[in-house]
């Protein structure tokens, strides 16, 4: 069947899809009945959950593992694919409600890029909804972003801007491309074939949307409310766990450092890794997420 029907297929993987706050998710399950704590693996831009398909079966040996697609992306419908359906407080509440609609006890979030940024705003409800957040290659929502760093970001009005469908679907996927290239720890590490999987859902124009709408979300509500202080506050009562990349040219170390501003938050580095972190070393992740859960 085409790979447009079908997600790809992952030993020990479960496919099948929830309705939560409305919207029709795509989840990726296994280990389930495992007793270790479960877990709600959540994918950023331009991904889906495949960007934990070097993580699942590790992390599957002793927990029960859910890696979702948020809405317009993956295999999850695309609601509004132009619109204002994209503010990542809505995508954080299509994940509080799948947490419930699967009935998971109140699971650790793992997030990555803007999963890692849903993951903080799902932490920011409470030790009622889940145990613990760990957030790699992100900046935490309550950091605002210091002007002289403000460069690294310009790549967002490109793909968040009124041309940014055409950024993702034209020239080959140049620009895509280019970015997974860009923000890898060194040159060649992402081959075609690696990226095909991301690079195929982006050939429907409204997929593409949803991408563009992620960002021109950002661009226009969260950046300013972020810069001003507006946008949420610390997390004080969930222990959460940051893990740039050493080698991230956008979300880096220093940038995230600046979220570690209470005492349950906390920050470890991970050497050998850019931006895509469980992808270039997902073994030194699963480490870091093994030990978090012993401090749980």
């Known amino acids: 069947m085409s790979p447009a029907v079908h ?7 479960a ?4 309705v939560a706050n409305g919207v029709r998710l795509h989840v990726a399950e296994a280990g389930v009945g495992n007793p270790g704590p479960p877990l709600v693996l959540i994918h950023g831009w331009p ?13 599957a040996q002793d927990h029960h593992v859910v890696a979702v697609d948020l809405r317009g992306h993956g295999w999850s419908d695309v609601p ?13 509440d299509d994940v509080v409600a799948l947490i419930a609609e699967l ?41 605002p972003i210091p002007k002289r760093d403000l460069w690294r970001f310009l790549y967002q009005p490109v793909v968040g801007g009124p041309w940014g469908v055409l950024a993702h679907r034209v020239l080959g996927q140049a620009v895509l491309k280019q970015i997974f290239h860009r923000a890898s720890h ?13 690079l195929e859902r982006y050939r429907d124009r409204d997929r593409a949307a949803a991408g563009r709408s992620m960002y021109a979300t950002f661009m226009t509500r969260e950046m300013p409310a972020m810069q001003r202080r507006r946008y949420q506050r610390p997390i ?12 991230d040219i956008v979300l880096a ?11 349950n938050i906390s920050m470890k580095i991970i050497d050998g890794a850019g931006h895509w972190v469980p992808e270039e070393q997902p073994v030194a992740l699963v480490e870091h997420i093994e030990a978090f859960l012993t401090t749980l």
């Not at 997600?7 to 993987?13: Q, V």
């Not at 990555?112 to 929502?141: C, F, K, M, Q, Y």
């Not at 170390?253 to 005492?263: A, F, Q, S, Y």
């Open 7 to 13: 997600p790809p297929e992952l030993e020990g993987i």
């Open 15 to 18: 496919h099948r899809w929830v």
């Open 47 to 59: 991904q889906h959950w495949w960007c934990w398909h070097k993580v699942i079966p590790l992390l």
């Open 80 to 92: 509004e694919p132009g619109g204002a359906a994209y503010d990542k407080r809505t995508l954080a």
């Open 103 to 143: 009935g998971l006890d109140r699971p650790v979030v793992v997030g990555h890029d803007w999963g890692a940024w849903v993951s903080l705003l799902v932490g920011g409800r409470g030790p009622e909804v889940v145990r613990g957040v760990v957030a790699t290659a992100i900046v935490a929502p309550w950091a």
């Open 186 to 198: 060194r040159r060649g590490v992402w081959t075609d074939a690696d990226m095909e999987p991301y």
């Open 236 to 247: 004080e009562d969930v222990p959460v766990l940051m893990l740039p990349g050493r080698r």
């Open 253 to 263: 170390p220093h940038l995230v450092e600046r979220g570690v501003v209470r005492p």
